[in-house]
T-cell receptor
């Protein structure tokens, strides 16, 4: 599995955009980038995934660089409820296992 | 849909006792996963099933751990005998095979072995 590197922690002001980076320089051509988050005391929650095009859904946007070696998860208007650990995971198409790293602990403050 | 259901939510037991954790996946999902989360090791995949058949149990720590899926709507993770180092939060997740393979996680079972 390609490894990912994320900053251990980040802060964001409520109402501002939260931009969470992820490096995956060894990613292979058939590997997707997935983002999950885990709010305290809850199970992880799927956010978004992509292969090479930018993706957007009701929760977030995913920007993947052209060389696919890094990506950024964007929460456009962070709220206090977005405080969580965010995990960036790369996974081959059709591969069912999720390998979680340490993630980024995002703190949204008033 | 009620989502993935796990029981019990909390379990406190003494070392040497048998512990059984239960999971009901989302109806129609054909994959089921068991994870364990600790402060030291983070979130680890223990085992996963496809159509009730174990596919990969390489994450199961040792023979004291066993998992079964007798039907599409029920799975158990058993620890016998339990040890204090088994204290953790155990999550069950399910997914539907397809292009996204998004996994839906249950609320977890917090196990404390004294």
């Amino acid at each position: 599995d390609a490894k990912t590197t994320q900053p251990p922690s980040m802060d964001c002001a409520e109402g501002r955009a939260a931009n969470l980076p992820c490096n995956h320089s060894t990613i292979s051509g058939n590997e997707y980038v997935y983002w999950y988050r885990q709010i305290h005391s809850q199970g992880p929650q799927y956010i978004i995934h992509g292969l090479k095009n930018n993706e957007t859904n009701e929760m977030a946007s995913l920007i993947i660089t052209e060389d696919r070696k890094s990506s950024t998860l964007i929460l456009p208007h962070a709220t206090l409820r977005d405080t969580a650990v965010y995990y960036c995971i790369v996974r081959p198409q059709g591969y069912n296992k999720l390998i979680f790293g340490a993630g980024t602990r995002l703190a949204v403050h008033p | 849909d009620a989502g993935v259901i796990q029981s019990p939510r909390h379990e406190v037991t003494e070392m040497g006792q048998e512990v059984t954790l239960r999971c009901k996946p989302i109806s129609g999902h054909d994959y089921l996963f068991w994870y364990r989360q600790t402060m030291m090791r983070g979130l680890e995949l223990l085992i996963y099933f496809n159509n009730n058949v174990p596919i990969d149990d390489s994450g199961m720590p040792e023979d004291r751990f066993s998992a079964k899926m007798p039907n599409a709507s029920f799975s158990t993770l058993k620890i016998q005998p339990s040890e204090p180092r088994d204290s953790a939060v155990y999550f069950c997740a399910s997914s539907l095979s397809g292009s996204s393979n998004e996994q839906f996680f249950g609320p977890g079972t917090r196990l404390t072995v004294l």
